[in-house]
């Protein structure tokens, strides 16, 4: 499904470069849960972000079902990230003045369906993850732990095949973190492929495979 081969990430800070992904070699099959751990500063959402198609390698190929899409302009790569991936940040990114059904339904608008199915999928998604009854609330009428699974319900109403996590339980106390950790872990179950990033090595234990990453190196396939 994921395919990386030797990405490398440079950015031009004028009179340095500073090559923050060093060679990454991954491969991350249909269905699988992986845990991408590693300390603060190591790469992981620059790792994410070239997953999810929201930034491009300086050097190294991405293949995606088989498709090559390192060298796919802005456009294309809007298409894919609107078709097969899903985004679930630290910070919820929920838009203020919009309802939780609302901050759901957004982002479908660019998939082209009617009206009616928009509401349908994100009153769904919300049941999915426990919020049918909050759907009307505004995110400031929500808690912490809530807010994300609002986040969840947006990324999932879309049905996309992968899941990208990058620390979602970063700004949650420890027991909506978990909740949101079971969320997770029952889509993984249902089939999606999911890849989770953080810098929490008990979090990370929750996914079937960890790979660590350090300086922008992956330096170990396994700590299980
Ligand atoms: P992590 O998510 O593991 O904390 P990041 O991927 O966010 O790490 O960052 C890795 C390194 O790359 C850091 O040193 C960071 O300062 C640097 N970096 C990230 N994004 C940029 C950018 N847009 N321009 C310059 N440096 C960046
Ligand atoms: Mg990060």
Same mark, same amino acid.
């Given at each position: 499904?994921?395919?990386?081969?030797?990405?490398?990430?440079?950015?031009?800070?004028?009179?340095?470069?500073?090559?923050?992904?060093?060679?990454?070699?991954?491969?991350?099959?249909?269905?699988?849960?992986?845990?991408?751990?590693?300390?603060?500063?190591?790469?992981?959402?620059?790792?994410?972000?070239?997953?999810?198609?929201?930034?491009?390698?300086?050097?190294?190929?991405?293949?995606?079902?088989?498709?090559?899409?390192?060298?796919?302009?802005?456009?294309? /790569? #809007?298409?894919?990230?609107? *078709?097969?991936?899903?985004?679930?940040?630290?910070?919820?990114?929920?838009? =203020?003045? +919009?309802? %939780?059904?609302?901050?759901?339904?957004?982002?479908?608008?660019?998939?082209?369906?009617?009206?009616?199915?928009?509401?349908?999928?994100?009153?769904?998604?919300?049941?999915?993850?426990?919020?049918?009854?909050?759907?009307?609330?505004?995110?400031?009428? /929500? #808690?912490?732990?809530?807010? *994300?699974?609002?986040?969840?319900?947006?990324?999932?109403?879309?049905?996309? =095949?992968? +899941?990208? %996590?990058?620390?979602?339980?970063?700004?949650?106390?420890?027991?909506?973190?978990?909740?949101?950790?079971?969320?997770?872990?029952?889509?993984?179950?249902?089939?999606?492929?999911?890849?989770?990033?953080?810098?929490?090595?008990?979090?990370?234990?929750?996914?079937?495979?960890?790979?660590?990453?350090?300086?922008?190196?992956?330096?170990?396939?396994?700590?299980?």
């Amino acid at each position: 499904m994921i395919d990386l081969k030797k990405i490398t990430k440079t950015y031009d800070m004028g009179s340095v470069q500073v090559e923050v992904l060093r060679g990454i070699s991954l491969h991350v099959d249909e269905g699988e849960f992986l845990a991408i751990v590693g300390p603060s500063g190591s790469g992981k959402s620059t790792l994410m972000n070239m997953i999810g198609c929201l930034d491009t390698p300086t050097t190294g190929e991405y293949y995606l079902d088989g498709k090559e899409i390192s060298t796919y302009n802005e456009k294309q /790569l #809007s298409k894919i990230r609107n *078709q097969k991936i899903g985004f679930i940040f630290q910070k919820f990114n929920l838009l =203020p003045k +919009l309802s %939780a059904l609302e901050n759901v339904e957004l982002p479908l608008i660019y998939r082209g369906m009617t009206h009616k199915e928009r509401r349908q999928r994100s009153i769904d998604a919300l049941t999915k993850v426990g919020l049918e009854d909050r759907m009307n609330h505004k995110p400031t009428e /929500l #808690s912490g732990g809530q807010q *994300q699974r609002v986040a969840i319900a947006r990324a999932l109403a879309g049905d996309p =095949p992968v +899941l990208l %996590a990058d620390e979602p339980t970063g700004n949650l106390d420890s027991k909506s973190g978990s909740d949101v950790m079971t969320l997770i872990k029952q889509l993984s179950k249902e089939g999606k492929t999911i890849v989770l990033i953080t810098h929490d090595n008990e979090i990370a234990m929750e996914a079937k495979r960890t790979i660590i990453i350090k300086d922008g190196m992956l330096v170990n396939n396994s700590i299980a």
